[in-house]
């Protein structure tokens, strides 16, 4: 089983980017989804979750109204929109999958926003 997530850059401050994650190894529609992101020195924090079936999702305060996630089931794929991109937003984003006991992570993106 691995995730592979991808779309990490530089970008200017008010700027947008999209992750995306891609499973293999099993199908994860019925997995939640999420992303969560790390920056150096600080512990790995919340950004979004999807439920397995894409009608439920939930941001953490710093990104709500600036951040959308999605699931493309068919495609064992989760994305990640990021607009209005920030300074604080800098961080390596890691992908999640999870369906108790089972919890997957993909080995990350980094994102840079420049000021």
């Known amino acids: 089983v691995q995730l592979q997530a991808s779309g990490g850059g530089l970008v200017q401050a008010g700027g947008s980017l999209k992750l995306s994650c891609v499973g293999s190894?099993?199908?994860?529609?019925?997995?939640?989804k999420a992303w969560f992101r790390q920056l150096r020195g600080k512990e790995r924090e919340f950004v979004a979750v999807i439920s397995g079936h894409g009608r439920n999702a939930d941001y953490a305060d710093s990104v709500k109204g600036r951040f959308s996630i999605s699931t493309n089931n068919a495609q064992n794929t989760w994305f990640l929109q990021m607009n209005s991109l920030t300074f604080e937003d800098t961080a390596v984003y890691y992908c999640n999958a999870r369906n108790r006991p089972t919890n997957f992570w993909g080995l990350g993106t980094l994102v840079t926003v420049s000021s």
């Open positions: 190894g099993r199908t994860f529609s019925m997995y939640t």
